[in-house]
């Protein structure tokens, strides 16, 4: 496997495919990345578990923290590890203990363990490295395109502004909190100028 290089279609697949996702240093601290990672995540319908041995009886968004994977007590899909790359392995290697085991790793931007990921394949999961699933749902989903950002994605039609019950293109349905500032401002400027132009024609 490249890890230099991913196919869209290769991590469009793995954000179809999950529903669990244990976030290993995931933080209850609303001005850090992690805690937006999960919170998108979860809007977004995933079954998000916060891990965090120095969060353990404390919340985030309603889901209770948890010290390890080895505490979550039931299948999960993917483990995203949000820690520095000389955490990763250990993580890895709790990860392969688990029954049954999680299909993915997912490191998060700015981590990668070469050593680890080759374990992880070794034992027939996928891995992703380097990338924050957050902003590849926000570009595969057209929805980061929106707030403003290129998203390498070429498409001859504009995307759509995301609302609630809408089935995005990676195939998975927004729902309630999915919303952000930014779409609900272009949803807005698109009704503006519908009515404008409606108003023209008259």
């Known amino acids: 496997m490249n890890h230099d290089a991913y196919s869209d279609d290769y991590i469009r697949e793995i954000l179809n495919g999950v ?24 809007q977004r319908g995933y079954d998000m578990i916060p891990v965090n041995p120095g969060h ?3 919340s985030l968004l309603g889901k209770p923290f ?9 299948p ?9 790359s000389r955490h990763i392995m250990p993580v890895v290697d709790e990860a392969l203990k688990l029954t049954p085991l999680p299909r993915i790793i997912w490191m998060q931007l700015g981590a990668r363990d070469d050593a680890a990921a080759a374990k992880a394949e070794a034992a027939g999961l996928k891995v992703v490295m380097n990338r924050c699933p957050k902003i590849e749902y926000g570009r595969l989903s057209s929805e980061i395109s929106w707030m403003g950002v290129n998203s390498r994605t070429l498409s001859s039609k504009r995307a759509p502004v995301p609302a609630q019950g809408m089935r995005l293109s990676l195939n998975r349905m927004s729902v309630s909190g999915g919303e ?19 108003k023209d024609k008259e």
């Not at 999960?76 to 520095?84: A, E, G, Q």
């Not at 952000?180 to 409606?198: C, G, P, Q, W």
């Open 56 to 58: 353990v009886g404390k």
């Open 19 to 42: 529903k669990s996702i244990a976030m290993v240093g995931a933080s209850p601290v609303n001005v850090r990345p992690s805690y937006f990672a999960f919170k998108y995540l979860a």
């Open 180 to 198: 952000t500032s930014a779409s609900d401002r272009a949803a807005k400027n698109k009704h503006d100028l519908d009515e404008a132009v409606i």
């Open 66 to 74: 948890v010290a390890s994977l080895c505490d979550i007590g039931r």
């Open 76 to 84: 999960i899909d993917m483990v995203d590890i949000f820690r520095n």
